[in-house]
């Protein structure tokens, strides 16, 4: 019976009450030939600071941030890293407050749907804008990041829905600005 405990103990991951569930990836090429990974890990709440999330709470913080994709109660997931690719240069855009928001969807629906979900395109490999469209089936959010000079920001990031709607309507950012 020692030698079962101390086998036990040796291998703490061997015998879990909750099963440790992996990270989601996504990758895929744009149209504009950036090349983009999605990273969605389960959301643990003892890994963030978590107030107010319960069910039927109007306001849920996580680490003193609202969260989106995730309504009023606790997110399934959250993304890990958002990182895109051009001509030998790689960029890890902010993926902060964003929960809920990939999955195993693709980057398109064929038609009839004919939907996209990420776009953009990249000037030269220092000088970039993406935008996005995220969402669980439970509510959708909009994020948009430029890349300029290698200097990566993200300068949106909503549940508006008339802007989310104006991303979704044009997911590549236009290439004159």
Not at 36 to 54: H, M, N, Q, T, Y
Not at 82 to 94: A, C, E, N, P, Q
Not at 111 to 121: C, I, L, M, Q
Request: charged share 15%; glycine share 10%.
């Amino acid at each position: 019976m020692n030698i079962f405990l101390t086998i036990s103990l040796l291998a703490p991951g061997a015998i879990s009450p909750t099963p440790v569930r992996p990270d989601i990836t996504a990758s895929f090429t744009l149209p504009s030939g950036v090349q983009v990974r999605i990273v969605e890990a389960p959301f643990e709440a003892s890994l963030f600071k978590v107030v107010g999330c319960s069910t039927g709470e109007s306001r849920c913080l996580i680490n003193g941030q609202v969260p989106f994709g995730s309504g009023n109660g606790l997110p399934r997931t959250y993304v890990k890293s958002i990182t895109v690719s051009f001509k030998g240069r790689s960029y890890l855009l902010d993926s902060s407050q964003m929960f809920n928001a990939w999955g195993s969807r693709p980057l398109a629906y064929p038609p009839p749907r004919a939907v996209r979900y990420f776009g953009g395109n990249c000037f030269d490999s220092a000088n970039c804008q993406f935008r996005g469209v995220f969402s669980d089936a439970g509510g959708s959010f909009a994020a948009e990041w430029v890349i300029v000079g290698g200097a990566v920001v993200r300068t949106i990031l909503t549940d508006r829905n008339d802007v989310v709607g104006f991303i979704m309507n044009n997911i590549d950012p236009p290439e004159f600005e």
